[in-house]
T-cell receptor, first 117, second 113 residues
């Protein structure tokens, strides 16, 4: 069965510094997708970045990058130049299968990031 | 990307009553997903709703407690039945959007007193 593990319940980072949020996963399906979401205190789920299992390069989206190490089954999120507005809960999630609209997402337990001025 | 309108945004309900949460999508989607997020916890999938058939429930969730309707390709409801304080959570609906992954509704914050 698929599983997502986030081992950091909480993280602190100084404003303007980079921070890495860890995520490991387990699946027997060779085709899968990995996602990161941000959830501020308002409760909405904001999509940040996506990595497909067959993607050759690590995904990047602005200040967000995904450090994808397939052999180690890890998909760490790197946030560069942290901003106060980055303070939120961050969830790693996985979808098994090749992206059909019927595939469900499974979430990790989340990491609460606090950016300090 | 898909836009989801979810309502109510929050409610306070008496134990023993039921609440129906609605999600309206601005485009036709095959599946809609319903999640529960208990206080301080992650998102747990309740069920997957396909138009024209019964929803598929995850382990630990039953239709009598969380009946779901999916009358068409743009709309779904989740009912939380016979509520107890343990049902106090955020409930979110979601659809798969190939361009941006999965889009979520803004959530329903439910407090049962």
């Amino acid at each position: 069965a698929q599983k997502i593990t986030q081992t950091q319940p909480g993280m602190f980072v100084q404003e303007k510094e980079a921070v890495t949020l860890d995520c490991t996963y387990d699946t027997s399906d060779p085709s899968y997708g990995l996602f990161w979401y941000k959830q501020p205190s308002s409760g909405e789920m904001i999509f940040l970045i996506y990595q497909g299992s067959y993607d050759q390069q690590n995904a990047t989206e602005g200040r967000y990058s995904l450090n994808f190490q397939k052999a180690r089954k890890s998909a760490n999120l790197v946030i560069s130049a942290s901003q106060l507005g980055d303070s939120a809960m961050y969830f790693c999630a996985m979808r098994e299968g090749n992206g059909g609209a019927t595939n469900k997402l499974i979430f990790g337990t989340g990491t609460l990031l606090a950016v300090q001025p | 990307s898909a836009v989801i309108s979810q309502k109510p945004s929050r409610d306070i309900c008496q134990r023993g009553t039921s609440l129906t949460i609605q999600c309206q999508v601005d485009s036709q989607v095959t599946m809609m997903f319903w999640y529960r997020q208990q206080p301080g916890q992650s998102l747990t999938l309740i069920a997957t709703a396909n138009q024209g058939s019964e929803a598929t429930y995850e382990s630990g969730f039953v239709i009598d407690k969380f009946p779901i309707s999916r009358p068409n390709l743009t709309f779904s409801t989740l009912t939380v039945s016979n509520m107890s304080p343990e049902d106090s959570s955020i409930y979110l609906c979601s659809v798969a959007d190939r361009a941006l992954g999965y889009t979520f509704g803004s959530g329903t914050r439910l407090t049962v007193v």
